[in-house]
């Protein structure tokens, strides 16, 4: 399709040759070429598949849309496609419209407009199939407001009894048929019921379907993608996997949707193959266009999403795996280790960050601890009251910082349950014994101490490949140092766990812990406590497993094409600034060669790229980060260079701005505010894509096509 003109019956080519020129990557000058160019099969392509694989010679523009010299021929922004001869032969009887039409023509074609306008009003819709849709419509409306509001379906005390309409729904159809609703009037005079549960289900089925086929449209329009996952939920006592996507869209800014759940139940080849399936032919996603994954889940469903990221990537291997942004690479590591310790530590944290985010008084208790054990230390005390006002259970410090408040914090729970002044309730007191039975196990200190020293290991570099785009790209050229690191740890394993364990065993006496072998393992081998020594125990069974891991994890999160797209933020003038003695490597940007549109001409760009950004005039301001770049009006001029932006605009390694990663904040808040019983997967959907642009009509219609049954279901 490159290589010859997108009119149909074009003759360039055959005697007088005429240059190609691209379709145009803005959504309306594409709309107005493939309208001009009058053929059907163009109108519903998106602005980039015209733009890659479509062109309109220059015989179609006038000659004032045409900048020419003697080297090169190019386009005027504005230019439009406007001269188009009728054929000599026309084919398949089909003819060509010329370039003007008559007045004969006019005057018809305007005939042709009255007669079916006409004939539109005397199809008239009868009184019954009207009043059913009004009905309808009053159904999903009130629907769409309890999605988007967060209201759940059901209230407190409602009977799971089926055929039982849920409290909500029910006393929202009330409110709204006292309100002067004649339609759900007419219905519960007639039925005694405004709707049945089997038809509420309908209406949720449709509302669902409707507002993901809005997303993927959406999403099919800009290209490719990438899949992003979190830790998995339990909706109505099963597991579900939620899914977002993300991508670049026309206007060049990254976005982020939610798509829904994913059943997580099975195990194995079996449940990948059932996801990639629900995705591929339930969703209509491509995943051909998919070029990155990340995944967030932790512990025991770690294992499960890890053989769902290899059978993505065994179909498509494009799909690079990666870190994702909005969790940090310690606390990933940390989550994807399925160690009964390392678990203790990540569950105790969240209960940590539940504990004391639940009032200012209990901060202030914890402050006051610090301020116990830091009595001649002002600055550092003030540090950590500093750190704990903040949730630091998230922090890429996480563990050092745990490490440095551990006696603090017994403290201070131990204080709180004692609850000697009566200051807190059962609840709080009931909570902060649990964190108390947790800091005091050894297990938790060591596995702590360990995660603390392993880690600091990746800590720096965690924290540049998530900052800006300059560290981003010192991150990318500096993990080999990591590994190397990481490596002399597993080489000198004895060493190493000898300090960390007398650290731990220090740190527990301070606490008055007890050094022990934990009991479900002296159970399990049916062993008495002196029988297996502490200190050989978390060598084999904690350190060695844990510096494995974390050397594995960091290799998969990194692959050398991983690493190759975020060098190429070399490319952002931010960076050549900072290196420009060095001109962009050509062998990092291959890693896009399937994506690239002019691979002959990419050499010559990048250079030209390079001298635009590395000569700038004196007083020029450079964009500071990806999201200025691709914003860029001149970017256009640079369509290689604007096809790698825009593909490393889709890493879920990098972060995104905050005004374009609504979607995870949506989905945090609902999680967050919404009880386990009253949480449902249609309406979270509705809920996070509330401003995808659907309408109650196209809702009714859905709902009329699919169930053309107009008699209440039981």
Partial sequence: MQNQCAVPYCTNGKSDPQPLFRFPLDPERSKKWAEKCQREDLIDKSPDVLFRYYRVCGKHFQTSSVDSDAQSTVLKDDAIPTIFDAPSQPQNGQGKRSKEMTKDDEVSAKGRKKIKKSANEDVETPPEEQEYKEYLKSLFEVLVLLGEQSIPLTGPGDSKQEGLVSRNFQTLLEYRMNCGDEALKKRYDANKEFCSSARLSRLIEVCESCIRDKVMEEVKQNGCFSLLTDDVVKISGEWYLPVFLRYVDQSNFQRERFVGFLSFEGDGDALAEKMLSEMTDKWGLDMGQCRGQAHSCCGTHFHKIKRFAAKLMETNPAAVLTLRSTRTLNLSLANSLALSGVQLVMSTFKKIDSFFSQSPLLQLELEHAIAIFYPDREEKAKELKAICGTSWTKRHDAFEVAVEILEAMLLCVDSVHDNEDMRWNDQVTNNALEISKALADFEFVMSLVVLKN?????????????????????AANSLKAVLLSLKEVQDNIDVYHE????????????????????????????????????????????????????????????????????????????????????????????????????????????????????????????????????????????????????????????????????????????????????????????????????????????????????????
């Fill in 454 to 474: 392993v880690l600091s290991l990746t800590q720096a570099f965690g924290k540049n490949v998530q900052g800006k785009a300059a560290d981003v790209h010192f």
């Fill in 499 to 714: 300090f960390w364990n007398d650290e731990a065993v220090n740190l527990a006496t301070a606490m008055e812990i007890s050094v022990r072998v934990p009991r479900s393992f002296l159970r399990k081998q049916q062993s008495e406590p002196g029988d297996i020594r502490p200190e050989n125990y978390y060598k084999e069974h904690l350190t060695v497993p844990m510096v494995k891991h974390v050397i594995r994890e960091i290799n998969e999160l990194f692959c050398e094409d991983h690493l190759k797209a975020l060098r190429c933020l070399v490319l952002l003038p931010i960076v050549i600034e900072q290196h420009k003695s060095t001109e962009p490597d050509e062998e990092n940007v291959q890693v896009f060669k399937n994506d690239i549109h002019n691979a002959a001409s990419l050499s010559a760009e990048l250079h030209c790229w390079w001298v635009k950004w590395s000569k700038r005039g004196r007083g020029e301001t450079l964009p500071s980060d990806l999201r200025e770049t691709l914003q860029l009006p001149d970017v256009k001029f640079f369509p290689n260079m604007l096809t790698v932006l825009r593909r490393i605009g889709l890493l879920p390694t990098l972060a995104l701005e905050d005004s374009c990663d609504v979607a995870y904040k949506r989905f945090q808040t609902y999680m967050e505010n919404t009880a386990e019983k009253f949480r449902s997967k249609s309406l979270a959907l509705l809920n996070m894509n509330h401003d995808v642009g659907y309408d109650l009509d196209s809702l009714v219609d859905v709902y009329m096509k699919t169930y053309p049954d107009r008699e209440d279901v039981s």
